[in-house]
C-alpha cells in the first residue's frame, strides 16, 4: 500500500541553523509534492509545491528537493527563526484526481 | 477575500445527534474537500468535490455525507455522532489552471460525548 513517512519526532534546533525535515514514500509514483506549514489550532497553509521532473524549487528562506530515485523529499529552511516553529506536511498526488495524500507532519521547534 | 471559512469553530455533541458542518470559499475554486485530522493519523479526506453537483468518497467516508450546494459551498453532514468522530474536520479547496495547491479552512474542533 502507499505508504508516506515523515519523522514523527519533533525536530529542535537553535536559531540561525538550517533546519532539515524528511518525507520519504513508497509505492508511490507522483507527479508532484507539495509542503505545507500548519500552526496550532489553524489549517495548514501551502509553502512549495515541486514537480517530478524538478531536482529543486526555492522561494525565500525555503528550498525543497525531490529525488524520485531515492523516492525522498528535503526540506530546508535557511536562518531558522522561532517563527518557523511549527509543523511541516508533505503531501503527494499523481496527477490524475488532484486528490493529494498527506504525511502525518513532522514538528520544528526552533530554540532562540 | 476570505479565503476558505468554516462555522462552527467549535462543537460539542451527545452520541446519536446530527449536525451540519458549513463550508465556503470565495476565490471561484471548482474543486473542494472535507478531511478529518487525528493525533498522529494526520489529515484523512472525507469526501471531495470536482465540481458542482460531484461528489466522491475518500478515504473515511463512513458515517458522513456531503452536498455541493453550489460552487462556493460544500457542507458536510454527520446523521448520527459517535464518539469516533471527535476530531478536528477541515475544508479544503483547490485552485484551477495547474495550480494544485490547497487552500485549507480554519477547522471546526467537534467533540461527540
Known amino acids: 500500500s502507499q505508504k508516506i513517512e515523515q519523522n514523527s519526532e519533533a525536530l529542535n534546533i537553535q536559531e540561525g541553523k538550517t533546519a532539515t525535515l524528511t518525507c520519504n514514500y513508497t509505492n508511490y509514483s507522483p507527479a508532484y509534492l507539495q509542503w505545507y506549514r500548519q500552526d496550532p489550532g489553524r489549517g495548514p497553509v501551502f509553502l512549495l509545491l515541486i514537480r517530478e521532473n524538478e531536482k529543486e524549487k526555492r522561494k525565500e528562506r525555503l528550498k525543497v528537493t525531490f529525488d524520485t530515485t531515492l523516492k525522498q523529499s528535503l526540506f530546508h529552511i535557511t536562518a531558522s527563526q522561532p517563527a518557523d516553529s511549527a509543523t511541516y506536511l508533505c503531501a503527494l498526488d499523481s496527477g490524475g484526481s488532484y486528490i493529494p495524500t498527506f504525511g502525518r507532519g513532522t514538528s520544528l521547534i526552533v530554540h532562540p | 477575500n476570505a479565503g476558505v471559512t468554516q462555522t462552527p469553530k467549535f462543537q460539542v455533541l451527545k452520541t446519536g445527534q446530527s449536525m451540519t458542518l458549513q463550508c465556503a470559499q470565495d476565490?471561484?475554486?471548482?474543486?473542494m474537500y472535507w478531511y478529518r485530522q487525528d493525533p498522529g493519523m494526520g489529515l484523512r479526506l472525507i469526501y471531495y468535490?470536482?465540481?458542482?453537483?460531484?461528489?466522491d468518497k475518500g478515504e473515511v467516508p463512513n458515517g458522513y455525507n456531503v452536498s455541493r450546494l453550489n460552487k462556493r459551498e460544500f457542507s458536510l453532514r454527520l446523521e448520527s455522532a459517535a464518539p469516533s468522530q471527535t476530531s478536528v474536520y477541515f475544508c479544503?479547496?483547490?485552485?484551477?489552471?495547474?495550480?494544485?495547491?490547497?487552500?485549507f479552512g480554519p477547522g471546526t474542533r467537534l467533540t461527540v460525548t
Open positions: 468535490s470536482a465540481s458542482e453537483g460531484t461528489t
Open positions: 476565490m471561484n475554486h471548482n474543486s
Open positions: 479544503a479547496s483547490r485552485g484551477d489552471r495547474g495550480r494544485n495547491e490547497q487552500y
